[in-house]
C-alpha cells in the first residue's frame, strides 16, 4: 500500500479511501469532473471551460502531486500541489458538492500539505477566488498563519508548511468529533438487525440475540435467519433487505465465508454500522487475511463502519439504549466506566469480575481483529460521552501507537485512562549492535515509556486494573504522595507501611499537633506519629473520630483505613462511621479501606450516595493509591513543549544521510557521524584523524596535551572491548607507538581498514549515555541513563517514545538511580543538567526529522561541572531505509491481534 493510501473517517463517522492518483485513473476523474455543480466547477477551474483542459490539471506531472477521495468507486474529492519554483508550490483542492461540509477537504489538505512539505516544500503560493471562501476557511482552520492579499480580483493566499504540529492538533480535534459520530452509530442506534439468529440459546448467535431483548433495547430488534421464520418468538426475516424498519446496526453471526454477500445486503440497506462476531478471518491465516481485506474494502465503499471482526460484541448501559450486545451469560451494571477489551474471553471474566465489585460501566467493546473501528477512535468518543468518567483498556497490540500517544496525552487531562497490556515478553527486534539496542531490546519497554508520557496508568493484571478503577471512581485523584495509615492492628500498619514506601509513597509522621489530640482520645497503648495503631479495642466511633483529625493534618494527601474485625466489634458498624465521616470531609482526602478477613466489604462501604474503595489486603490498596498518586503528578505538571532550535542544518542533514545510504544500510564513518551531528548543534570534542600510526603522532603533537587515541573502522563497534582506546597519552613518540600496537591487536582479529581519532582528553565529569533505537511499531525510542563502560552493566536508563517534549527530557534525566552524582552528590560539584537535557532534545529533533536514523549511541557523554555544557567524546550512528511515517490523520490498517 502506498504511504498516503489509507482510510478516513468523516464528521459523520463515516470512511473515505484517499490514494494518490494513478494514470488508469482518467475516466472516473473525467466522470468526477462531469459530475460537479457548475458553481463547483468554476470555483476550481475558473480560467477552463473544457473537461479536458480541466482534467489535465488532475493528473501527475513530475512536478504535481495529486492525492483523491472515492466512495463506492467515484471520486468524491481531489487535492494537488504542483511545485511552482525552488521550496514553493501552489495547492487546489475540489469536493463534491454532496460531501462539503463533512471535513473532507480538511483531510485531503491535511494529507497533501504532509506529502508536499516530505518533498522538501516550505512554503505554499497560491491564488483562489474571491468567491471560494470555504478553501480559505479550511486553510485557516488548519492553524496555518496565512497572509491574505488581494491580486486582480483574486486572492493571493500565502502559508508555510512548517506549522505541522498545530495544524495536527486542529486536526485531531476534528478526527476526534468524526470518531465520536462514527461510535454513536454503534451505541445509538435507532434499529437493530442480528443476522444468523438462532433459535438454539445455547448457540452464539442465540445468546447474543437472547441478552439484547432481555436488556429492553429501547428500538425494534429483527432476527434475519434464511431458514426460519421465527426465532425466539421473534418473528425472522429471510434477509436484511426484508426488515420493515430502519437498521442502523447489524450484529452478523454467520460461517466467515457468508458475511461479505451479508455485509453488501447491508450496505444496499443502508446499515450505518455493523459489528462482525464471526471468526475466521484475519487470526486464521491469509485465506482469512484477503477475505477481511475485502470486508473492509465493502464497508468502505458503502461508508459502514466496522467492530470486530472476530469479537464477542458491544453493550450501552445507558437506560435510554439499553443495549447488551454480547454473547456472554453476565451482564453489566449501569455505570460511569468504557471498557475496551482486545480478548473476547477476557471480555466475559471482565463483565463478571465488574459486576461482583459493584463497579458499572457505560458501554463495552469487545474489538476483536480492530479491521477498522481501533482504540483510538474509543478512547476519542469517551473523552466526549457525559456517561464515561473513567476508561480501561485491555491491549494485545498498538495498530499506531505515535497517534494513540497524541490521543491519550489530551483524554488523560480529563478522564483517567487505565490499561493492561498483554504480551510483555522479548520484542521481535532486529538485531541490533549499539548499547541503546542492548538497553531496549523489549518491547515492554517502549510500551512504558508510551503510556508514562502520555498519562496512562498502567496496571500489570486485570485485578489490578480493578482496585485502581474502584478508587479513581469513588475518590478524588490524591494531590500528593503523603499517605496516613489508620488501623486497629500493629502488624497490619506495618505491612501497610513497608508496601507504601516500597511503591514510592511516604508515610510522614504527623505535626505535634495531630499527635497532641490523637492522645487525648485514645487509648495510652495507642500509636500516634503514623500508622495510627488504635489497638484491638478500637471502637467503630473512635474510626470516626481518628480519620476526621487525621484528614486535618497538613502533612497528608490520603488515608488508608484497615479494620481487622475483633470479637465485639462488627464490620457493618465500623463501616457505617467511615462512610458518615467520608461525608463530612467532602472529597478534602481520598480515603482507601482494608477490611481483613470480612466478606462482602464493598457492599457495606457503599450507600449509594457515596463509596469507599474496600480491598482484602493492605498491599493491594497501597497499589491503588501510589498509581493514582503517579496520575496526579503526571496531571500537576506544568504545560510542556517541543522545542525548536533555530539553529539545525536540516537540508544539509539529509543530504550526509542520503548519501550515505547509496552503499546500503551501514554504520556511519567517525567522519560522516560527526559532519551528521553538527548539523544539529551537537558537536564533538575536538577530533583530528590518522591513516597511519605515524600520523597519529604527528596528529597528536598538534593537539599538544594528552590525548585519547582510539581505532575505527567496520567491525569496529564496542572499542574497550577489544582494547581499541587508549587514555591520556602524551606526546609524539608515545601516541605512535600506542597506535602501533592497536593497530597489530585489531588485525590480528581480521580487521581491515582502520583509521586512528585522536581527541584531547577531557577534564573530570560525569559520563552519561544518550542514544536511540528505532522501533518498528513504535518509532524512535531515545535512551538517557548512566554511560561509560559499565553502561549494559548498570542498565541505569530511562527511555522516552519522540517527539519528546521539554518536560519528557527533564523527568528522563531525573528519573535515573545516579541522577544525584549530577546535583552534588556528598558535597562534590553539580553539573550542567540543562545541557544535558538540550542534548536529550536536539537528538529527539534529529530523529524525529530524519527517519533513515536506525541506530545512534553518543557514549560517552561527559556532564561537565554546571555552566560548562557537555562534552561528546565518542558516537555511532547506522542509517537504514526507513518505513514512511504514517499519513496525516492516517488510521493503520491492522489484520490481527
Known amino acids: 500500500m502506498n504511504q498516503y493510501e489509507t482510510d478516513v473517517a468523516l464528521k459523520d463517522g463515516s470512511l473515505v479511501h484517499i490514494r494518490p492518483v494513478v494514470t488508469t485513473d482518467q475516466q472516473l476523474l473525467l466522470d468526477f469532473i462531469q459530475n460537479l455543480s457548475p458553481e463547483t466547477y468554476q470555483l476550481r477551474f475558473p480560467r477552463t471551460v473544457i473537461s479536458d483542459n480541466a482534467l489535465g490539471q488532475l493528473l501527475h506531472e513530475d512536478n504535481r502531486f495529486c492525492l483523491i477521495a472515492l466512495r463506492d468507486d467515484r471520486v468524491i474529492g481531489h487535492a494537488s500541489y504542483m511545485i511552482s519554483e525552488v521550496k514553493k508550490a501552489d495547492i487546489g483542492l475540489v469536493v463534491m458538492d454532496e460531501y462539503q461540509g463533512k471535513g473532507l477537504g480538511t483531510i485531503l489538505l491535511g494529507q497533501l500539505i504532509q506529502a508536499a512539505a516530505e518533498e522538501g516544500v516550505e512554503l505554499f503560493d497560491t491564488l483562489v477566488p474571491s468567491e471560494n471562501a470555504p478553501l480559505l476557511r479550511v486553510l485557516r482552520g488548519l492553524g496555518f498563519p496565512t497572509e491574505l492579499k488581494i491580486a486582480q480580483g483574486l486572492i493571493h ?376 495503631d488504635m489497638v484491638a479495642s478500637a471502637q467503630a466511633l473512635d474510626y470516626a473520630r481518628v480519620i476526621e483529625i487525621v484528614a486535618q493534618d497538613p502533612n497528608v494527601d490520603a488515608l488508608i483505613v484497615i479494620f481487622i474485625p475483633p470479637m465485639a466489634v462488627r464490620p457493618e458498624e465500623v463501616a457505617a462511621e467511615i462512610l458518615n465521616t467520608a461525608k463530612k470531609l467532602q472529597n478534602k482526602v481520598p480515603i482507601l479501606s482494608t477490611f481483613m478477613a470480612s466478606h462482602g466489604a464493598q457492599e457495606i462501604l457503599s450507600d449509594g450516595e457515596i463509596s469507599i474503595p474496600a480491598y482484602p489486603f493492605p498491599e493491594a490498596a497501597a497499589r491503588a493509591l501510589s498509581s493514582a498518586v503517579q496520575y496526579g503528578q503526571w496531571l500537576q505538571r506544568e504545560d510542556c513543549c517541543y522545542p525548536k532550535f533555530s539553529d539545525i542544518r536540516q537540508e544539509d542533514a539529509m543530504a550526509i544521510v542520503a548519501q550515505s545510504l547509496k552503499d546500503g544500510e551501514r554504520w556511519l564513518t567517525q567522519r560522516e557521524t560527526g559532519m551528521l551531528l553538527d548539523c544539529y548543534g551537537i558537536p564533538l570534542v575536538e577530533t583530528l584523524y590518522a591513516s597511519s600510526p605515524k600520523e597519529a603522532g604527528l596528529a597528536a603533537e598538534k593537539l599538544g596535551r594528552a590525548i585519547a587515541l582510539k581505532a575505527t573502522g567496520p567491525g569496529l563497534v564496542h572499542k574497550t572491548e577489544i582494547g581499541a582506546v587508549r587514555l591520556a597519552l602524551v606526546g609524539r613518540e608515545e601516541t605512535e607507538i600506542a597506535a602501533e600496537e592497536m593497530l597489530s591487536e585489531v588485525q590480528s582479529m581480521g580487521i581491515t581498514g582502520v583509521e586512528f581519532i585522536l581527541q584531547p582528553m577531557v577534564s573530570s565529569g560525569i559520563e552519561m549515555i544518550v542514544g536511540v533505537t528505532h522501533d518498528p511499531v513504535f518509532g524512535p525510542i531515545v535512551v538517557c541513563g548512566a554511560g561509560g563502560t559499565m553502561v549494559e552493566l548498570l542498565k541505569d536508563v530511562a527511555v522516552r517514545i519522540t517527539p519528546l517534549t521539554d518536560q519528557d527530557a527533564g523527568e528522563m534525566v531525573r528519573s535515573l538511580k545516579t541522577f544525584p552524582l549530577l546535583t552534588g552528590f556528598r558535597g562534590e560539584a553539580h553539573y550542567d543538567v540543562a545541557a544535558l537535557e538540550e542534548l536529550i532534545l536536539r537528538i529527539s529533533t534529529l530523529v524525529e526529522d530524519i527517519h533513515e536514523i536506525a541506530e545512534l549511541d553518543l557514549n560517552p557523554v561527559i556532564v561537565l561541572p554546571e555552566g560548562n555544557g557537555v562534552s561528546l567524546v565518542d558516537a555511532r550512528i547506522r542509517v537504514a531505509e526507513a518505513l514512511p511515517p504514517l499519513p496525516f490523520g492516517a488510521k493503520k490498517r491492522s489484520f490481527g491481534k
Open 157 to 532: 493566499v500565502i502559508f508555510p508548511a512548517s506549522n505541522l504540529p498545530e495544524a495536527l492538533e486542529r486536526f485531531e480535534k476534528r478526527e476526534a468529533a468524526s470518531a465520536a459520530a462514527a461510535m454513536k452509530k454503534f451505541f445509538n442506534p435507532r434499529g437493530i438487525a442480528v443476522i444468523g439468529a438462532s433459535r438454539d440459546r445455547g448457540s452464539i448467535s442465540g445468546e447474543l440475540f437472547h441478552n439484547i431483548l432481555e436488556a429492553g433495547f429501547q428500538g425494534p430488534v429483527y432476527p434475519v435467519n434464511a431458514k426460519t421464520d421465527v426465532v425466539q418468538s421473534v418473528a425472522a426475516y429471510r434477509s436484511v433487505l426484508d426488515c420493515p424498519g430502519k437498521v442502523d446496526l447489524a450484529f452478523i453471526v454467520v460461517p466467515a465465508p457468508a458475511v461479505l454477500a451479508v455485509a453488501r445486503e447491508c450496505a444496499q440497506k443502508g446499515v450505518s454500522a455493523l459489528v462482525v462476531i464471526s471468526a475466521g478471518f484475519s487470526e486464521a491465516g491469509e485465506a482469512g487475511v484477503a477475505l477481511q481485506e475485502e470486508l473492509v474494502r465493502i464497508c468502505r465503499e458503502a461508508g459502514m463502519r466496522l467492530i470486530g471482526p472476530n469479537c464477542m460484541g458491544i453493550i450501552n448501559t445507558d437506560p435510554a439504549v439499553s443495549l447488551n450486545g454480547q454473547f456472554s451469560p453476565f451482564a453489566p451494571i449501569e455505570g460511569k466506566i468504557g471498557f475496551l477489551s482486545q480478548s473476547g474471553a477476557l471480555g466475559i471474566a471482565v463483565i463478571e469480575y465488574a459486576t461482583r465489585l459493584g463497579l458499572g460501566m457505560s458501554s463495552f467493546v469487545s474489538v476483536g481483529n480492530k479491521a477498522d473501528i481501533s482504540g483510538n477512535d474509543l478512547v476519542q468518543y469517551w473523552e466526549s460521552d457525559p456517561n464515561t468518567d473513567l476508561i480501561l483498556l485491555y491491549l494485545e497490540s498498538f495498530g499506531n501507537p505515535r497517534k494513540f500517544s497524541r490521543i491519550a496525552r489530551q483524554v488523560s487531562r480529563k478522564k483517567p485512562i487505565i490499561a493492561v497490556k498483554g504480551g510483555r515478553g522479548a520484542a521481535g527486534f532486529r538485531a541490533t549492535q549499539s548499547h541503546t539496542g542492548a538497553l531496549v531490546a523489549s518491547s515492554d519497554i517502549n510500551v512504558d515509556a508510551l503510556f508514562r508520557q502520555a498519562g496512562v496508568i498502567r496496571t500489570d493484571v486485570l485485578a489490578e486494573m480493578f482496585d485502581v478503577a474502584a478508587f479513581l471512581t469513588t475518590q478524588p485523584v490524591p494531590k500528593g504522595n503523603r499517605a496516613a495509615i489508620i488501623t486497629n492492628a500493629g502488624g497490619a500498619g506495618i505491612l501497610a507501611a513497608d508496601a507504601c514506601e516500597d511503591l514510592g509513597l511516604q508515610v510522614p509522621e504527623f505535626t505535634p499537633e495531630t499527635q497532641e489530640e490523637l492522645k487525648t482520645y485514645l487509648s495510652p497503648a495507642a500509636g500516634v506519629k503514623n500508622p495510627v
